[in-house]
């Protein structure tokens, strides 16, 4: 089967991402949605380590013959979904920036054209302080 030292290696590392994951979740150090991801794979690393037969079924029913190639190619799927879901992300983003930095810029425009009418009414009026101001 596996090795004793490798399945608690396994067990430990799996359990070390959940905590840190889920912590710093907790603390607002990361967001939800980014980090369910990574729990859903640090439980599921818990489960394998904990049952290793699940990956004898897994590559059984794939029809890979060696065990361990089911769990590289399982561990690229994985990090290729990871990597979809931040490029799908940082996308998001990219999009809702470039719309802010838009706005900022007419506002910063409208500011400067308020400011030179408010210049142009007070020079028109030779500086005196209008009847509201007194």
Do not use: C
């Not at 859903?40 to 029913?61: K, N």
């Not at 399982?74 to 990219?94: E, G, K």
């Not at 930095?101 to 054209?113: A, D, I, R």
């Amino acid at each position: 089967m596996i090795n004793l030292k490798l399945q608690l290696l396994l067990v430990a590392f799996s359990l070390v991402v959940l905590f840190v994951f889920v912590n710093r979740t907790r603390r607002y150090k990361l967001e939800l949605k980014y980090a369910l991801v990574w729990i859903f794979f640090g439980a599921a690393g818990v489960v394998v380590a904990v049952f290793p037969q699940i990956f004898f079924l897994i590559a059984r029913v794939m029809g890979i013959q060696v065990p361990v190639n089911a769990v590289f190619l399982l561990a690229v799927s994985s990090i290729f979904l990871i990597l979809y879901s931040l490029t799908v992300s940082l996308s998001n983003h990219s999009r809702k920036l470039r719309t802010l930095t838009q706005e900022v810029g007419l506002m910063n425009h409208k500011v400067e054209q308020l400011e030179r009418r408010l210049e142009q009414a007070e020079r028109e009026r030779g500086g005196r302080p209008d009847a509201a101001d007194r």
